[in-house]
Nanobody
Framework: QVQLVESGGGLVQPGGSLRLSCAAS????????MSWYRQVPGKERELVAF????????KYIDSVKGRFTISRDNAKNTVYLQMNNLKPENTAVYYC????????????????WGQGTQVTVSS
């Protein structure tokens, strides 16, 4: 049974940090590219960061470059998103996704999704 389980979300003040984790099981994690998406009510799901299966290739949306870092530990079947200097506009439900199709920026390229974790940035 395939599972992606996110954790690490919560309430944080502007300027604060959070580290999201996504634990994978039920498939060969090391063979899949991974991404973090986010979604706010009324808007489409948005790609935040991408990492290739080997961990060497990463991509970010412009608004998070220099503040967010995606990484993975294939030995632990886990992908992470370190989020620093958080801003209120980063408030969303964050999802991890696994897939190997192109383009990496399209949600339809991903086979597996987690249930999401809420991140709220507010004072």
């Amino acid at each position: 049974q395939v599972q992606l389980v996110e954790s690490g979300g919560g309430l944080v003040q502007p300027g604060g940090s959070l580290r999201l984790s996504c634990a994978a099981s039920g498939f060969t994690f090391s063979r899949f590219a991974m991404s973090w998406y986010r979604q706010v009510p009324g808007k489409e799901r948005e790609l935040v960061a991408f990492i290739g299966s080997g961990g060497s290739g990463t991509k970010y949306i412009d608004s998070v470059k220099g503040r967010f870092t995606i990484s993975r530990d294939n030995a632990k079947n886990t992908v992470y998103l370190q989020m620093n200097n958080l801003k209120p506009e980063n408030t969303a439900v964050y999802y991890c996704a696994a897939g190997n199709r192109s383009p990496y920026s399209s949600p339809s390229s991903y086979d597996y999704w987690g249930q999401g974790t809420q991140v709220t940035v507010s004072s």
